[in-house]
């Protein structure tokens, strides 16, 4: 029981994680209906400003951990923001009106970009940061066959759960309640209507573009903080499992995309806990397609209308 519980833990904590970029994903397809396949890259990329901007910090004497994070966690968001921002005017925004097989194959093309921009910058070696958050409270204490299992929530895992807690709600709120969601949600039913009612098309895309950004960054700094290593190669890895999250959880849904990164994260740690780590992507991705055969538009996902 003990090894459960920790297990749950674990794969709560690194679900959390990949809710967070899959929510990126899912803010754009719902506007735009097209896939950011730079998004994964985009939270590569705000690793590695973070782990820059922390031993910069430290370069200079700060010794302030609470102060260094919070620097290093608004200088992440800056520079990922500018990222996502950039991508939205390179590669969508001037084919907005092509094909829609273009602009998928230049966000393809953009993450490429970035990834041989940061493995050319930063070398291909794995960057390491030792750990800056240490503890935890013991939860249970017992005996087993193998030997004495205590099971424990750190620090740093009640940290990610509660961030991401805090901007799933109030991502939620901002799109429900304010005037920004009320702009998103009328560009994703109809562009051409909310731009002949005054909304500006262009601004709010561009928004959403920085916030699916923002959120990446941090969960960039939280991957970086948690597992202490990166590469310029995490982008992909956690950019495809986010999406799967995405599409699990219903791709244009919000509370589907945090659903189906926690559920991701479980079984990908429960199937290396209790079978083979060799095999996680293969377990993960069966679930999908089992999920899509009997629900087609994923877990909380609603089928999409055709417009005529």
């Known amino acids: 029981m003990e090894y459960f519980v920790q297990q749950l833990i674990n794969g709560l904590t690194l679900g959390s994680i990949y809710g967070l970029i899959a929510i990126g994903y899912t803010m754009v397809y719902g506007i735009i209906g097209m896939i950011n396949f730079a998004h994964g890259d985009i939270f590569m990329v705000g690793s590695f400003i973070a782990l820059a901007t922390f031993l910069a910090l430290v370069a200079i004497g700060l010794s302030a951990l609470p102060l260094i994070l919070f620097i290093v966690l608004l200088v992440s968001m800056i520079f990922t923001s500018a990222w996502g921002w950039t991508v939205e005017r390179l590669a969508y925004r001037p084919l907005r009106g092509s094909f829609r097989l273009a602009p998928l194959i230049t966000a393809i093309g953009m993450s490429i970009v970035l990834q041989n921009f940061v493995q050319v910058t930063q070398g291909a070696r794995v960057k390491p940061l030792p750990p800056q958050i240490q503890g935890g409270v013991t939860i249970m204490d017992g005996m087993t066959e193998n030997g004495r299992i205590i099971v424990q929530l750190s620090y740093m895992q009640m940290i990610i759960i509660a961030t991401t807690l805090i901007l799933m709600i109030g991502f939620s709120l901002l799109i429900a309640k304010t005037s920004l969601g009320r702009a998103q949600r009328a560009c994703e039913q109809d562009q051409k209507m909310a731009a002949l009612l005054g909304v500006d098309v262009d601004r709010t ?82 679930i999908l ?16 209308v055709e417009k005529v």
Do not use: N, R
Request: a negative charge.
């Open 205 to 286: 895309i561009s928004l959403t573009f920085v916030m699916g950004a923002g959120l990446a960054s941090v969960a960039g700094l939280m991957f970086l903080l948690l597992y202490g290593v990166i590469d310029f190669y995490i982008g992909f890895l956690a950019g495809v499992k986010a999406f799967t999250a995405a599409v699990l959880g219903g791709i244009g849904s919000l509370p589907g995309a945090m659903l189906g990164g926690l559920l991701i994260g479980l079984i990908e740690v429960m199937w290396s806990a209790y079978f083979t780590v060799e095999y996680k992507d293969v377990a993960a991705f069966s």
């Open 289 to 304: 397609a089992i999920v899509l055969i009997f629900l087609p538009s994923g877990l909380l996902g609603k089928p999409e």
